[in-house]
């Protein structure tokens, strides 16, 4: 069992390269600071469908079928598809992907699963089970805060501790023959739940929970952080991150010149009015298949933990005066 | 790559035990044919809690509890938790077994989730990530109805081919090195829709998926229908049963004798007015972790093709006048 880490990690034998990657926004997200990482920018958001739903689903497929093409595959070539999204009943992935034909493992990670389905779908490949897989997870801004907060038309007050879902979707191509970036561990977390009820802060319910998983991969490798070039989270936004650094040094790990938060990065807060930062399954996937993975290839990053946060609450939970249980997945990216 | 077998089926090559499996209901299941294949009956709909939801979390936290102590392990001993719910977001599971601090990874499969349990699952043990994991899912009655339909206040007629959702769950452990029942392949489902959009019959959605990834299996594995001693679906009911019976002659195949479907066996459906039968993630978890288990234990049956069904809808895409995609996923289960 030797590919079996500390308490909560693995480690891979085969490699699994990510062979090809995509990622496809929104008009905001093509206004910010990272526009010219992404490869499509949509502008409508209805992207030319009739509800926010079926603009998500085109977001997915779409994306999806542009990380193939990267790689000269088409779906026949994926042996499984690992996806997922935030809606109730994942139909942001299930009306986008069904078209495809791919065997589907739904996932359901809240904004971590990206996280999973790269841990998963590395797992798929390492252990024989197949040769391609495909990844991809998206959000939509009027879906997402229809189902978790208020329908855009209310034009609801938003505190400064809040989020910008954003709209776009991030998919790679996971291989087992070819690649100049691979995935070589991954550490997978636990729900993490201190109590935090406010959905408008949903930073400092994942932060508790990104510190565990981070926590765990140093100890399970028995590595310090700067054997990360990066150590990049997905959404926790501003309120989150200085909770992540914080709880890390009273843990004894300061990972403050090496972090990366995907929600700081993908808007201009102060010119675009997102408050703490993005958010969302889209945010870490469009950020990680288009400016990281970018970034490794160049080799301004060689090797990177990757740890998107989710928390796992709705509506129900929410009015039942629930907090909200969180959950990070970490996974080791490197070049080749 | 001999663990791929056709299009869409794994062989394992390490052997993949279930060790322990367990099973808790409410009272209407208590008061069906397989009342005495349970391994608890819960008369309080509510489990001592205060809503339909923290109910269902009980069930799947005090299930999974059970077959942990069944195998005499706890929570330390399992490696992962793949585990997932009806309820939008997963929070049936997520409130249910954050307490058990196993890192987890949210699984969506609608009433398939069971079948997509088993499968990561099984790949995640003969992978070689793991001695021990848990596999869980549930369902309830009361939290269903609200989410998908109408709440159980307002009393709505139900139509004949509509199904009754289970309220219970079903867990089991899967382990490299000790059991009596193994997991030996694994056919996973792509997702099927051919336009049903009349949620108070699911069934007809679902067996279309049903026999595509039942097909595969003969296919992929090069077999005949009597390789198995019985091929069981999870929630198709009786309409939609009628229709997989059907669907699989026209493809060349019969099954007739040796088909079971979950739905059909827990309820009395005349005696106890369930119309079609039963449904939901806890349907077939809970069947599967009582009788299934344990006929093949007792060498009743000593090969089985269990292949849940679920369909990917929730109350958006029904109002927005879409169908119901659906997806099944095939685990083959034998006697050591």
Known sequence: ?????????????????????????????????????????????FFGQDTWEESENEFQKETAQLAMKKANMSSQDMRYVFAGDLLPQLIGTSFGIKSLEIPWFGLYGACSTMGEALSLGAMAIDGGYAEHVLTVTSSHLGGTEKTFRYPLEYANQR??????????????????????????GVTTGKLVDLGVTDTMNMGAAMAPAACATI???????????????KI?????????????????????????????DCGCEIYDADEQNTNAGGSGCGCCASVLCGMI?????????????????????????????????????GVVIERV
Do not use: C
């Open 215 to 229: 926590y765990k991969n140093f100890r399970d490798f028995g590595i310090q952080p700067d054997h990360y070039d």
């Open 159 to 184: 505190p400064p501790a809040s989020s910008w879902t954003v709209t776009g979707s991030g998919a790679a191509v996971l291989s087992r023959t070819e690649g100049e970036i691979k995935i070589t």
């Open 1 to 45: 069992m030797e590919k079996i880490r500390g308490e909560q990690s693995i480690a891979f034998e085969q490699p699994v390269y990510i062979r090809s990657w995509a990622s496809m926004v929104g008009q905001k997200e093509g206004e910010g600071p990272l526009k010219d990482t992404f490869d499509q920018i949509v502008d409508d958001p």
């Open 232 to 260: 990049i989270t997905g959404d926790l936004g501003k309120v989150g991150s200085e909770i992540l650094l914080r709880l890390l040094k009273e843990n004894h790990y300061d990972i403050t010149g090496l972090h990366m």
């Open 293 to 329: 993975l970018n970034k490794i290839k160049n080799r301004e990053w060689n090797r990177i933990l990757f740890v998107p946060t989710g928390t796992l609450l709705n509506t129900i939970s929410f009015n039942e005066g629930k907090a909200m249980p969180s959950i990070a997945h």
